[in-house]
């Protein structure tokens, strides 16, 4: 076991890792921080997404000993401030883009980095950025109407 | 106007609070001090013999603490099937026994056989790679009709057949309904199958088991729709306990679709080992053992006739199909393919004679179960498929098909030919209103549009009807149901006014933390944030039969208005007592109990401290307290229905669908919050677009899953569905409930597929294709590029 630190949410943590210890493990058991969630063993589904570095990276699919010293964001990391709704977070909640919200920390983590790069997007361009995001719940509809919505966009009314 | 937060008010979800914020709490997020891990180890053969189980290597590795196989299980008792079926012949099913793990055989690739414990995750793991299993593999049986043609190659081999039952609804009508074929002027006639599918909730499915040695209490925190339905299955049927040293907690579930409502092996096999080993114990699925083990859904092959006169008037119609039931029967699965799919194949249409036989075939595939919709979308999409075809054979419009045979709203109540009374509804306002919201008018525009582009462009219908708010206790008995299929709610108002509402149904994506709160809110005129919605513990509430059916509301939702109701009456006894009036003579409004003709009234929030400060009641005939428990049995089943349209292009090159629009015009009776049913629509046709394109659970001849994770099962993605136009306001409220509700979460998925399937048919027809009679779910570019030049 190998003590590896990073900051996260803006803190400094470290936890003990093995050589095989994903970032979504490191997180999720070292760290305490089970916003970010395990659908799948393929890193197909996209609920682990969290920020490396400003990034959307599947926590499952990089190692934490790799993202030693790295700047990390996960959901519990979105809020403002004083606690509230981040813009994004809000957005969601305004359009009913979640239903069992076992996706959803995923799902606003790249939305938060498809917004970061490209402020706004497409319908077309917000569906093909979530590909890597399955959900099961919505449809999609809410959750895209709830992406244009947080980068200022009309959406369609029902 | 609803005043705000009440009924009908689109009130934003108090719980999305938490699942935005990472403070959910789903099961793998619980963690006990000295918790171990349990790995489970599943077969890799789609039938074997188990000769041997050698665990001393494993039992060597760092950490491992334990090794249990299907022995250590075999004096439990059997996981057993829901509802008992009888043949045609009057013969009852084939019920062999479901154990906890594996014993003597394993049936199906992913079928559990032992259970690694030890103190890591990894090391039960990698312990489970050092267990030395000595199966003999044995030819599969995978294809249903051969599996029903060879009676020498079984999967289960106590019972003598691979047939689990031979059903025929109604027995009685199959005479009239062959009598009607033969003399009918004209016959259509369709093979179909309905595609089987993974249900694929995001979350998998977890386990923490607890047992304390003082008390010899267990407690299973799981992945269920309905804990106490878990609790009942453990304790009374698998593992023989007394069901009060039983607590099942489902706290955030992470959608279920079905796949949930069931209790599966690994559950009392955590509980099991929590007891062994004196720890707690926990088993999170990885996504590859929920494609393996998951109960999957639908997987019926259906030759479906319809006999009409000329001009396209319903005269009869029979199916034949064969359902699979897998390697073993769920809890549900023999209720699927006959009670939720034989009774619903009249649709909302009147024609006079239906006759349906079902035959559920075992094979050595994992178990198949209820998955949203559950039977009804099976027989609205060999309805819809039959009619579309038949209008095509007669050369009618497919909405004008629909409208001439479609039940007219003065025929209600109306009992059908396979055995229900729907007891109301307006089939016309919503294909009327689904006309106008699709703009049909427009589509030959459209159509002209997408073919200067080089694609061919289809309209598809569907109108369709569901029962639901399931069920009927006296009714689903007689017809073989082992449980009642009533709710219960407590709500308990506190001394301080503010209300736990302790309901049976549970929440897994349905947003019945806040709509249930509204409700609450708007029967006693206070603010819904004074009311909190309790579910998914059995120590709390109590009883449910929990979530699915789209039952919650019609269901819980009745139960809790009941209690509500006591919980009003109740008050009225309080008000007339610190009022000194009579108690026939206060009157409940707004949230005050006030004296009939006079200024003198108590607030709500009076009432309720006086219940809990009482002074000076006079004991002999007003109790203190404001707690009130009801339990609520409907009276009939619930008959949400539909009228949808599906627009798609197909690029004739490649085969490539894409949804071009989809349009649903629904009835839900009543609307509690408009936002969350748009949302469950929404969902329901995101999974229906997805089995009708892309989704198939594939097995080969030696029953290997082919489509074992998301890498090679096509779930639907945002760029595979448009964003959809949903309507429910043509209301009829269901006549026998308290909130005149339906349910709303299993339309989508119903009613979808087949106006996908119709749509691409069309288009190919509107193309020239019109060699293509039928093509079978999933349509993938593959199925219609082939289709296409199939001439």
């Known amino acids: ?158 | 106007m609803p005043k705000d937060g009440g009924i009908g008010d689109s009130t934003k979800r108090r719980e999305d609070i938490r699942f935005l914020t990472g403070k959910g709490r789903y099961t793998d997020d619980i963690n006990l001090r000295g918790q171990a891990y349990a790995y489970f180890l599943r077969s890799e053969v789609a039938n074997g013999r188990i000769n041997g189980i050698d665990a001393k290597a494993a039992l060597a590795m760092p950490g491992v603490l334990a090794v249990l196989t299907g022995a250590d299980f075999a004096g439990m008792g059997g996981n057993p099937a829901g509802w008992l079926i009888n043949s045609r012949n009057g013969e009852p099913m084939k019920e062999p026994k479901r154990p906890v793990l594996a014993h003597g055989k394993v049936r199906h690739v992913g079928d559990a056989y032992a259970v690694v414990i030890a103190e890591t995750y990894q090391q039960a793991r990698d312990a489970a790679a050092a267990v030395e299993a000595d199966i003999t593999e044995l030819p599969a049986v995978v294809d249903m009709a051969q599996a029903l043609a060879d009676s020498t190659n079984l999967v289960h081999d106590e019972i003598g057949t691979n047939q689990c039952f031979d059903w025929g609804w109604i027995e009685d009508n199959r005479a009239a309904v062959e009598e009607a074929f033969k003399n009918a002027p004209h016959v259509t006639t369709l093979e179909l199958t309905n595609n089987r599918l993974v249900p694929n909730a995001m979350e998998p499915r977890a386990s923490l088991a607890d047992y304390d040695a003082g008390t010899g209490d267990y407690k299973l925190y799981t992945t269920s729709q309905n804990p106490h339905l878990h609790r009942l299955l453990i304790a009374a049927f698998v593992m023989g306990m007394p069901e009060n040293k039983l607590t099942v907690i489902a706290p955030d579930v992470g959608g279920g679709f079905g796949s949930k409502i069931y209790h599966y092996g690994e559950e009392a096999a955590v509980l099991h080992a929590a007891k062994v080993l004196n720890r707690p114990v926990k088993w999170v699925a990885e996504r590859s053992e929920s494609f393996l083990s998951d109960a999957h859904g639908r997987d019926h092959v259906t030759k479906i006739e319809l006999a009409t006169t000329k001009d396209g008037q319903f005269l009869a119609l029979r199916s034949e199909t064969m359902a699979n039931v897998g390697a073993y029967l769920s809890n549900f699965s023999t209720a699927t393919p006959t009670f939720l799919h034989g009774t619903l194949m009249a649709g909302p249409y009147k024609t006079p004679l239906v006759y349906v036989n079902v035959k559920t075939v075992f094979t050595n595939t994992a178990p198949v179960d209820a998955y949203r919709g559950a039977g009804r979308p099976e027989a609205t999409f060999s309805i819809e498929r039959i009619i579309d075809k038949c209008a095509r054979e007669l050369g009618l419009d497919q909405a004008e098909i629909r409208r001439k045979n479609l039940l007219t709203p003065d025929q209600f109540p109306y009992t059908t030919p396979v055995g229900l009374v729907y007891d109301t509804g307006n089939y016309q306002a919503t294909l009327d209103k689904m006309t106008e919201l699709a703009d049909l008018a427009g589509f030959e525009a459209r159509r002209a549009e997408s073919a200067k582009r080089g694609k061919l462009r289809g309209l598809g219908l569907s109108t369709w009807i569901e029962a639901c708010g399931i069920a009927p206790s006296n009714l689903v008995g007689v017809l073989g149901a082992r449980v009642g299929l009533f709710d219960a709610a407590t709500v308990r108002v506190n001394a301080t006014g503010n209300i736990s509402v302790m309901t049976g149904a549970h929440s897994h994506g349905q947003g019945h933390e806040t709509v249930f709160a509204q409700i609450v809110a708007e029967q006693l005129g206070i603010p819904a944030t004074s009311v909190e919605i309790v579910h998914g513990d059995t120590s709390k509430i109590p009883f449910g039969m929990g979530s699915y059916g789209s039952r919650s509301l019609a269901v819980a939702g009745s139960a809790m208005t009941k209690a509500v109701d006591k919980i009003i009456a109740k008050g009225k006894k309080i008000a007339a007592h610190m009022l000194e009036a009579s108690e026939d003579d206060i009157e409940f409004k707004d949230g005050n109990f006030s004296v009939a003709g006079t200024d003198k009234a108590k607030s709500f929030g009076e009432i309720a401290f006086s219940a809990y400060v009482p002074h000076n009641y006079p004991l002999e005939s007003l109790e203190p307290g404001l707690e009130e428990t009801a339990f609520y049995d409907p009276g009939n089943f619930t008959y949400p229905a539909g009228a949808y349209a599906c627009e798609v292009e197909v690029d004739p090159d490649t085969g490539k669908v894409e949804i071009a629009a989809f349009t649903c015009a629904d009835d839900f009776g009543n609307v509690m919050n408009p936002m969350i049913v748009n949302g469950q629509v929404h969902g329901g046709v995101g999974q229906g677009i997805g089995q009708a394109l892309l989704e198939n659970t594939s097995y080969d001849e030696n029953g290997q899953l082919l489509t074992g994770s998301f890498m090679d099962y096509a779930m639907p993605r945002a760029d595979d569905v448009p964003f959809y136009k949903v309507d429910h306001s043509c209301n009829t409220p269901c006549t026998h409930n308290p909130l005149g509700v339906k349910g709303c979460g299993e339309a989508g998925a119903i009613g979808s597929p087949p106006a996908v399937v119709n749509a691409v048919i069309d288009a190919l027809h509107r193309g020239g294709h019109t060699h293509v009679s039928h093509i079978n779910m999933p349509v993938s570019p593959a199925r219609v590029w082939a289709a296409i030049n199939s001439k």
């Open chain 1, 1 to 158: 076991m190998t003590k590896t630190s990073m900051t996260v949410n803006g803190k400094a943590v470290s936890a003990e890792t093995e050589g095989r210890t994903l970032l979504s493990a490191y997180l999720r058991e070292g760290l305490g921080l089970t916003g970010t969630h395990i659908g799948c063993d393929t890193s197909q589904c996209g609920a682990c997404v969290v920020h490396v570095d400003g990034k959307a990276v599947k926590s499952c699919s990089v190692f934490a000993q790799d993202v030693e010293g790295a700047d990390v964001t996960t959901i519990e990391g979105m809020a403002n401030a004083d606690g509230s709704l981040g813009t994004i977070q809000q957005a969601f909640q305004d359009h009913h883009g979640l239903q069992c919200g076992f996706c959803t920390p995923g799902m606003v983590m790249s939305s938060a980095a498809l917004l970061a790069e490209n402020p706004t997007p497409t319908e077309a361009e917000v569906r093909h950025y979530l590909e890597g995001n399955i959900c099961r719940c919505t449809g999609y509809h809410n959750i895209v109407k709830a992406v244009m919505a947080a980068s200022g966009q009309a959406v369609p009314a029902e």
